[in-house]
């Protein structure tokens, strides 16, 4: 039970930290903001990725050694459809990435650098649809703890 516990804890810890940064990200991507906010968000992205490996590495080592162990997942619906959700919540964040990469280099080049309304408008547009879709995850966390299935 303590093995359970503890990769239970790490599980939320890692969730805690996605989520936080994520939020950071989209607290940040506001004309008001941009200005400084556009030369270092690549860096905060890097902890967003090393977060959500983190998240993953933990689900999964519940998956694997908690105390239910992998058969009850590995035909388990609610639990391919997390899986799911979180693949497309990592898809959806390669643009924003490959945004504050390119804004970052801009104002290496130029520090006067301005970023491009439209494309923080769409930056920002993704990031929030990452955010509504993380609102899941706790939901089939919570099912799967219960047992309950679509
Ligand atoms: C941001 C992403 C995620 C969030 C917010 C999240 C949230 C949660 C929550 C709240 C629970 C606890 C439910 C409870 O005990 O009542 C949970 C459990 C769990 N999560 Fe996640 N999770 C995320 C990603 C993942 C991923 C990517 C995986 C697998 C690869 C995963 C696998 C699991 C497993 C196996 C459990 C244990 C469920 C059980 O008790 O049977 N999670 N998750």
Same mark, same amino acid.
């Given at each position: 039970m303590l093995l359970d516990a503890t990769l239970a804890y790490l599980h939320f810890l890692c969730i805690i930290a996605l989520v936080s940064l994520i939020l950071a990200e989209a607290a940040l991507l506001r004309p008001a903001l941009i200005a400084q906010s556009g030369r270092w968000l690549a860096r905060l992205d890097i902890g967003v990725a090393i977060a959500a490996v983190a998240v993953l590495s933990s689900g999964l080592s519940r998956a694997v +050694?908690?105390?239910?162990? +992998?058969g009850y997942y590995a035909h388990n619906p609610v639990f391919h459809a997390k899986i799911g959700v979180f693949v497309l919540v990592a898809l959806l964040s390669i643009m924003p990435t490959l945004q504050f990469i390119r804004w970052a280099k801009a104002f290496r080049r130029d520090p006067a650098y301005m970023v491009p309304a439209a494309e923080l408008k769409r930056a920002r547009r993704y990031v929030m649809i990452e955010l509504h879709l993380l609102v899941l995850l706790p939901l089939f966390g919570v099912m799967m703890a219960r047992d309950l299935h679509f």
């Open positions: +050694w908690g105390a239910k162990g +992998w």
